[in-house]
């Protein structure tokens, strides 16, 4: 079968850890981009979901406080080890 060339643009991390995983399944990413193509015309769609996944209020202020305590880290108590925390826990409980 002839082949043709395309170029498509790709997140180079995006790429590295693709090609990484597919080494792993033994192929290369040409051959991982031709099974999704060729699965895509078979099923005529996209061959797997898409959809915009919108987190719970818990996830959301879990995150929240995430992002605020990278912004201030000073607010927030340090431990040395996981061991000292585990350790401050048990004693409060």
């Known amino acids: 079968m002839a ?6 643009s790709i997140d180079p991390e995006v ?10 399944f033994g192929m290369d990413l040409s051959t991982a981009i031709n099974i999704f193509l060729r699965q895509a ?17 818990d996830t959301i202020a ?8 990278q912004r201030h880290p000073e607010k927030y108590k340090r431990y040395a080890s996981f061991k000292d925390a585990m350790r401050e826990v048990l004693e409060d409980a």
């Open 41 to 57: 015309i078979y099923e005529n769609a996209i061959p797997f979901e898409i959809s915009r996944r919108t987190p719970n209020d």
């Open 15 to 24: 790429k590295a850890r693709a090609q990484e995983l597919f080494a792993d």
């Open 3 to 8: 082949k043709t060339t395309a170029n498509i």
């Open 62 to 69: 879990a995150m929240d406080e995430y992002f605020e305590m």
